[in-house]
């Protein structure tokens, strides 16, 4: 039962330099999206998607993008890292993106750090 | 402004006894309220998800309350156990809307 895997789990980039934050889920679960969580702030949606192919941003977009070529994996891109987008990332999925009592299934998180 | 505010922001028991957390939202329009629960390293866990004709949904020893009519939730542990040391954070989730409005959680330590 792995459900939302994430990799890697730490990372440390120097600023300028572009990475892919990898997500994948093995619950067929059509909705999926990427948070980031900082120091005493609630969890803060990036990007999100609800279903292969279909992408939407979050509210905190800027300086990442996204892509949904499959069912089960939605990869996250840093552009350009900057030493504001030191951070802990989740990515989580849920099972109907229409459905209003889904629960959202989040990884572990990779820790990022941009120096 | 849709905003989830949680309290205390930390907080200490011994190891058996109950605790309460608390959720006030002002979030419209309204669908859930959600609480989860976060290890340290680790991702959120769901524990109950409330409709706002719910007022008491039950998971284990954990307890919610919603009363939708005052904005208020509350999250009950009973007989806490040093494994119920973690973040438990409360979210709102908007109708008609992918949206969710994470409060910035309640760190909970169980002593022995």
């Known amino acids: 039962n792995a459900g939302v895997t994430q990799t890697p789990k730490f990372q440390v980039l120097k600023t300028g330099q572009s990475m892919t934050l990898q997500c994948a889920q093995d619950?067929?679960?059509?909705?999926m999206s990427w948070y980031r969580q900082d120091p005493g702030m609630g969890l803060r949606l990036i990007h999100y998607s609800v279903g292969a192919g279909i992408t939407d941003q979050g509210e905190v977009p800027n300086g990442y993008n996204v892509s949904r070529s499959t069912t089960e994996d939605f990869p996250l891109r840093l552009l350009s890292a900057a030493p504001s987008q030191t951070s802990v990332y989740f990515c989580?999925?849920?099972?109907?993106?229409?459905?209003?009592?889904?629960?959202?299934?989040f990884g572990n998180g990779t820790r990022l750090t941009v120096t | 402004k849709n905003q989830v505010e949680q309290s205390p922001q930390s907080l200490i028991i011994l190891e058996g006894k109950n605790c309460t957390l608390q959720?006030?939202?002002?979030?419209?329009?309204?669908?859930?309220l959600r609480w989860y629960k976060q290890d340290t390293g680790r991702g959120p866990v769901s524990l109950t998800i409330m409709t706002f004709s719910e007022n008491t949904k039950s998971n284990g020893r954990y307890t919610a309350t919603l009363d939708a009519d005052t904005k208020q939730s509350s999250l009950h542990i009973t007989a806490s156990q040093l494994s119920d040391s973690a973040s438990y954070i409360c979210v709102v989730k908007m109708d008609s809307s992918y949206k969710l409005i994470f409060g910035s959680g309640t760190r909970l330590l169980v002593r022995p």
């Open positions: 959720c006030n939202y002002t979030v419209s329009p309204f669908s859930n």
């Open positions: 619950m067929n679960h059509e909705y």
């Open positions: 989580a999925s849920s099972s109907y993106a229409g459905t209003e009592n889904s629960p959202l299934h």
